[in-house]
């Protein structure tokens, strides 16, 4: 990524005046888990965050933030979120659902705001990272920032 290149997110964040630090770091196509992106930005896996979005059968999407080496608990999540029943929205879905593809979903400049849920680990730590909305770019940022920015909940996703 070029260092003139402002992705959307990073707009938003400089428009609210909120500091952030860029990691850029090489997509592998092969490999876009969290755990892979983590490692190539140094930085530990409780701190950085993936962006899963979902389908409710009663709130439509939902954003949801869990550290890169955890798994959502469906169930859970559609308790949290007032739904019965959640499913992942599928690859094909996400751009046009939120502006943002697989491997650079950012839960900041979606397409529309959708209610955002980020897993309560989070309160553990000063900072987190989330995608800056491209592949090759995570944003380190205050967690009370971020659950600002997106009006999140913070709550068990991953239990």
């Not at 993936?50 to 859970?76: M, Q, R, S, Y």
């Amino acid at each position: 990524m070029a260092k003139n290149i402002k992705t959307n997110a990073m707009r938003i964040l400089d428009k609210e005046k909120i500091e952030y630090i860029p990691y850029e770091y090489i997509p592998d196509e092969n490999d876009l888990s969290g755990t892979n992106i983590a490692n190539q930005v140094g930085l530990p896996f409780e701190i950085v965050f993936k962006t899963l979005v979902a389908k409710g059968d009663k709130t439509g999407p939902v954003v949801f933030c869990i550290p890169v080496d955890k798994e959502i608990n469906l169930k859970v999540a559609a308790s949290v979120t007032g739904n019965k029943k959640i499913e992942m929205v599928h690859v094909k879905d996400l751009l046009g659902l939120t502006g943002y593809i697989r491997g650079g979903c950012s839960p900041i400049g979606m397409k529309k705001k959708f209610p955002t849920y980020i897993n309560e680990t989070a309160k553990q730590h000063e900072k987190i990272t989330v995608s800056a909305g491209i592949k090759g770019c995570q944003l380190l940022l205050k967690v009370d920032d971020i659950v600002r920015i997106t009006n999140a909940t913070l709550c068990n996703l991953i239990n």
